[in-house]
Every structure is written in structure tokens, then in C-alpha cells.
């Protein structure tokens, strides 16, 4: 089993930023490819960002790209989401996930998730 825990989230105005971050443990992290879903209630969970195992591969959803950044250290076993220039339309709750798989995108058997971390963005 691997353990996600999210951290970052909050409650900021529209234009700010936030970073959170997902703490993993349980696997071997560096075999694992990371990602960021987010879900609103009433809808389905979507992909956001994520990125390889050796984080020299990145993918983003149109919604989020050149605002959003992912990252990962593998050292500190831990994965990154850096969101700027955030919108009303950002607000969900945020998962991280992994999975033990070539490549990133949204369209891979991601096995483990997190519980989550609300973002809010309102002024």
C-alpha cells in the first residue's frame, strides 16, 4: 500500500496562488508516476496535471496549462502542485494519485489517491 497526504489548501482570492503538496509513503516512491485530479461536488473528478517517474515528463489540462506547475522530489518522496493567476472556476477539492506506469496523462490506472485538500477561490 501507499500512503498520500495531501497538504496546501485553502482559501485564497482570485489572482493569488497556492502550492500544495502530496507526502507519499508505503512504495517506492520513484517508481511511481504522480498526478493532481480535482473534483467539484456534483461532478466527475478531472485530471489536472502529472508527471513521470523521473519528473522529465509533464502533462496538464487545457484548463490549468501555463498557470499550473507540477513537480516532484523524489528524495522527500513528494509531489508538487504549484497553482498561480487562480480563478473562481479552480475551486474543488484536489487529489493527488499514483500509479506504477510508463509516461503521465489522464488515461492511466492510477491505483493509490489521497483524501484530498479543498481549494477555494472567492473574493
Sequence with gaps: QMQLVE???GLVQPGNS????CAASGRAFIFYSMAWFRQVPGQEREFVA???RS???TDYADSVK???TISRDNAKNTVYLQMNSLKVEDTAVYYCAA???VGTG???PYEYWGQGTQVTVSS
Design 106 to 108: 489522464p488515461n492511466k
Design 50 to 52: 502529472g508527471i513521470d
Design 66 to 68: 501555463g498557470r499550473f
Design 7 to 9: 497538504s496546501g489548501g
Design 99 to 101: 500509479g506504477r506506469f
Design 18 to 21: 497556492l502550492r500544495l503538496s
Design 55 to 57: 519528473g522529465g515528463s
